[in-house]
């Protein structure tokens, strides 16, 4: 994503100038560095945050992953830095109805993917449903016995959060005063973590009968990365040349985890704000590979959970459903680049 300002051709005199002052050990804030520069740290982050969901959902339906056993806290990383990036990039300037058609437009069709996906996946197996699939193509819960929000594809259920969140962030919370955006993270976070106490964040929003504990949850990660924001013109923080030693820690911070399921508020409430800060502040990104990272982070997140679904019902194993859950994703990501280059209005990167 590219923070787009009005440096127009000046930007890259610009950052050479910045990129010299780090050179000689001057600190910028974090606006300085996030308004010219593009934020492929947070991108890669994204695209590691996916590989954890994907994780927990394979040691879920295969079982032998449970290194990944906490990559459920990713989708609170997704909440934080869709409020970081989209307040930092907006500045406060939403005009709500263009901010909210130009979110569903970037999110709608890799999540209408992962709708069919499902829709197909259970249509074989003689199960056809297609009351839920107009529901979750609406972003719509639709709840059922089997409890779960968005039958077809489950991972929806955070989609309608953030959905939710951008809303209200164009709406409320960018008119809001930064004491009173506290006072509301502060309440958010003592519901998740009374909720944290009692039973895992895993359930928390994603379940019909926890469902609308989510707005606590994605209130407190979305309201956070608003403060992150808000507070980032204060945080000077010395440089990381490109910060890829950081990547162990954020993969052991959201994956390998094994701190008992009562600390996954403590969690998210430090580990992610940390890693987003850092990486917001690393410099000289330049590998192909963290770029990539960030372009399949959505697609997977958006159409791993059919596809893994469909490959239990062909009998394949965990690898081979890993295997075909990255292949299809590069794929949709491939075919949203193409068609994010024949549209004229573009938008800050997605958080899923």
Request: charged letters at 15%; glycine letters at 6%.
């Amino acid at each position: 994503m590219i923070l787009e300002g009005h440096q127009g051709e000046a930007w890259l005199n610009e950052t050479d100038r910045k990129n010299l002052q780090l050179e000689n050990n001057e600190q910028l804030s974090l606006t300085e560095v996030m308004n010219d520069q593009r934020m492929i740290g947070l991108d890669a982050l994204r695209g590691i945050a996916a590989f954890a969901v994907l994780g927990f959902h394979v040691d879920a339906k295969f079982g032998g992953f449970e290194a990944f056993a906490r990559g459920y806290l990713a989708v609170d990383l997704f909440f934080m830095l869709s409020g970081f990036v989209l307040d930092m990039a907006y500045a406060g300037h939403m005009e709500f109805r263009r901010f909210i058609v130009a979110r569903i437009k970037r999110v709608w069709p890799t999540m209408a993917v992962g709708a069919m996906l499902g829709f197909i996946v259970f249509a074989v197996q003689g199960v056809v449903l297609p009351l839920n699939l107009v529901a979750t193509l609406l972003f719509l819960p639709l709840f059922t016995p089997i409890d779960v929000a968005f039958v077809l594809n489950r991972c929806a259920w955070s989609i309608f959060f953030e959905l939710v969140a951008n809303g209200a962030h164009a709406l409320v919370f960018r008119r809001l005063s930064t004491i009173i955006l506290v006072a509301l993270t502060v309440a958010c976070f003592a519901v998740v973590a009374a909720l944290s106490a009692k039973t895992s964040l895993e359930v928390v929003g994603a379940r019909s009968n926890s469902f609308f504990y989510g707005f606590a949850r994605v209130g407190f990660s979305y309201l956070g990365g608003i403060l992150l924001s808000r507070f980032s013109s204060d945080l000077r923080i010395p440089a990381v040349q490109g910060g890829l030693f950081i990547f162990p820690a954020v993969v052991i911070a959201l994956a390998l985890c094994s701190a008992p399921s009562v600390f996954d508020a403590a969690v998210v409430a430090s580990i992610n704000p940390l890693v987003i800060v850092i990486l917001a502040r690393s410099k000289d990104w330049s590998n192909a590979a963290l770029s990539a990272l960030g372009q399949i982070s959505f697609p997977l997140y958006a159409v791993h959970y059919p596809i893994l679904q469909g490959c239990i019902a062909l009998g394949w194993n965990a690898y081979q459903a890993m295997a075909a859950s990255l292949v299809f994703a590069a794929c949709v990501a491939y075919f949203s680049a193409r068609l994010a280059q024949r549209s004229d209005h573009r938008v800050p990167l997605e958080s899923t």
